[in-house]
Structure formats: structure tokens, C-alpha cells
């Protein structure tokens, strides 16, 4: 990827690295938002073995959350968001923090892939109708849930409309996959916001950017652009200021401690009826497919415990 003029602190040298970056422009009516995550998108779709519309849509799904999940500050800040819909893919959830990690998975990861013109992915029609919830947490007593129904179903939009309703907050959601034959090609996306400064005539401009034919991400990243030029680009202000970057993957943080959790969360009655499996059972995270083995006397043990 070509090294831009533009480097937000904190962005990785590396070229072609998953990254997050963000500014604010505009004489600071404008927060804009800018990621690249092409890599962890890749990661998702072969740990989950996901057809080519559940990997676009939960590449568009991830990225949309990463976006959302920027201004997060503390290492024990965590974000969840979930999409719970009635189309083939049923939902998806994502789970991210401040250190630029995330997990996710889709409930169907296989479902049939149609496309509403050559190229174009059918994500709409795979999602269907559902809600949106954002659950944060970010320290406080109880943790911030805010929920709204899908309106577009092809997430950007979605992500945009959970922003404006739940958070008042005005934006701009761009987010986009690039699907061919062999995998994830590109993906990204980004997100501007509206300070409490914006005027009408910030407004205008940036309406006037959306529907003049800004390219989309993906023929962006294609292009070699990364997020601090799609930033730029956007916004064509000379003066933007980059705050921070930050490198972004696809990891899980899941352990047989964890699992051995959810095990006892169970209940005793459960627990005794998979312990008389003499081979033991195997759990999977839902999240990166890890296979977790529990023998009869671990559960033999977990049910004692639980006394
Ligand atoms: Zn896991």
C-alpha cells in the first residue's frame, strides 16, 4: 500500500496491515473515522468457513462495529453488537474492545449466495428484517444497551440509523467487502460523524460528498488508498487532523476456563447427564471454532464443585 502523506499516530509502517485511524476535520465539526480490515475479514470467513454472502455481510458487520467501537479508551471498555434477523443468516455478533481485537460469528455461516445484479452481493435479502443491539461497557454500573430495528438490512445503513436514533448522534456509514472466487479481496469501511458544532453548511457539504458519487471503500482500497487517503478524500479538507491509529485483527480470547464457566452455568442436572458420556465432550467457541475437551472426571469434578 502506498505510504500517504497522511500517518495517524499510532498507525501501523507495515504495508497492507488491518488498521483503524482517527480525525477530525472540518474547523472540528466533523469526526471521521477510517478502517482497513481486510486481513481480519479473511480470518473470519476461513475460521468459520463462510459462503461468500456471510462473509461479506459479517465482514461489512465486524467493520461497522470496529468503526463504532473507536472512541473506547479503557483496556476493560468492551462493545458487543448483535444483529438478531429472520433472513438465512439468522444474526450475527461481535464482540470488540479499546486494544483494536474482534471476534464474531454468524449463526448460519453457509446460506445460498444471490446477487442483486452481477457482482452484487444480495446481503440485504440474507439478513432480513431484525434488530440492532449495541451493548457497551464501558466501566459504569450497569453496562449502555441501545437497540433499534433494521431498517436497510445491508448494515451500513443500519449501523447509521442505530447512531442517529440511539445515540443522537448524525453519521455518515460507509462499509463495503470485496468478494471474488478466491476469498475476501477488500474490505473497510468508515464513518463521519456530526460534532456539536456542525452548521448547516457542514451538512450540505457532506450530503453533497455522499450523492456526488464518492467511489466506493473497496474500489478505494483497491486502488492502494488506505484509511487516512479514503479520509482525506472524503472530506477534501487540507487541514484534517489525524488523532490516533491503530493496528486491528481477528482474535478470540477464549479458554478452557471460560468455557469450564459456561459449562457450570448449566446446572448441576445437565452437567451430570454429560458426564455419563464416557468419552468426555467437546465444546466449541462460537466465536473461533476452538475445540475444548472435557473428560468424564473434569466433569465429575465441575459437578462437586458446583455443591
Ligand atoms: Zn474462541
Not at 144 to 159: N, R
Not at 204 to 223: A, M, Q, S
Amino acid at each position: 500500500m502506498e505510504r500517504s502523506f497522511y500517518h495517524a499516530p499510532g498507525a501501523p509502517d507495515e504495508p497492507n496491515q488491518d488498521y483503524i485511524v482517527v480525525a477530525t476535520a472540518l474547523e472540528g465539526k466533523v469526526r471521521a473515522v477510517a478502517a482497513r480490515t481486510t486481513n481480519l475479514s479473511t480470518k473470519a470467513t476461513l475460521i468459520h468457513d463462510l459462503s461468500p454472502v456471510a462473509a461479506a455481510a459479517l465482514g461489512r458487520f465486524m467493520t461497522g462495529t470496529l468503526l463504532l467501537a473507536s472512541g473506547l479508551k479503557n483496556e476493560s471498555d468492551k462493545m458487543t453488537v448483535s444483529i438478531q434477523s429472520d433472513g438465512p443468516l439468522k444474526g450475527m455478533t461481535a464482540v470488540t474492545g479499546s486494544g483494536g481485537h474482534i471476534k464474531a460469528f454468524c449463526v448460519e455461516p453457509v446460506v445460498e449466495t444471490t446477487r442483486h445484479a452481477p457482482g452484487k452481493l444480495d446481503i440485504k435479502s440474507a439478513v432480513g428484517n431484525g434488530m440492532l443491539t449495541v451493548i457497551k461497557d464501558i466501566g459504569l454500573k450497569e453496562p449502555y444497551v441501545g437497540s433499534v430495528e433494521l431498517v436497510s438490512g445491508e448494515i451500513a445503513e443500519d449501523f447509521a440509523y442505530y447512531l442517529a436514533t440511539s445515540e443522537q448522534i448524525h453519521s455518515i456509514v460507509s462499509l463495503g467487502v470485496l468478494v471474488d472466487a478466491s476469498g475476501i479481496r477488500q474490505a473497510g469501511g468508515y464513518l463521519i460523524q456530526l460534532l456539536p458544532g456542525a452548521d448547516d453548511e457542514t451538512i450540505e457539504y457532506l450530503e453533497k460528498r455522499i450523492h456526488g458519487g464518492f467511489p466506493d471503500v473497496t474500489f478505494l482500497l483497491e486502488e492502494d488508498l488506505g484509511p487516512e487517503k479514503i479520509l482525506d478524500m472524503f472530506l477534501g479538507d487540507p487541514n484534517i487532523q489525524f488523532l490516533e491509529g491503530r493496528p486491528l485483527s481477528f482474535r478470540c480470547d477464549c479458554s478452557k476456563e471460560r468455557m469450564q464457566a459456561a459449562l457450570i452455568t448449566l446446572g448441576k442436572a445437565e452437567l451430570e447427564a454429560l458426564a455419563k458420556d464416557p468419552e468426555g465432550i467437546e465444546l466449541a467457541c462460537h466465536f473461533c471454532n476452538r475445540k475444548y475437551h472435557f473428560g468424564e472426571k473434569e466433569l465429575g469434578e465441575l459437578i462437586a464443585d458446583d455443591n
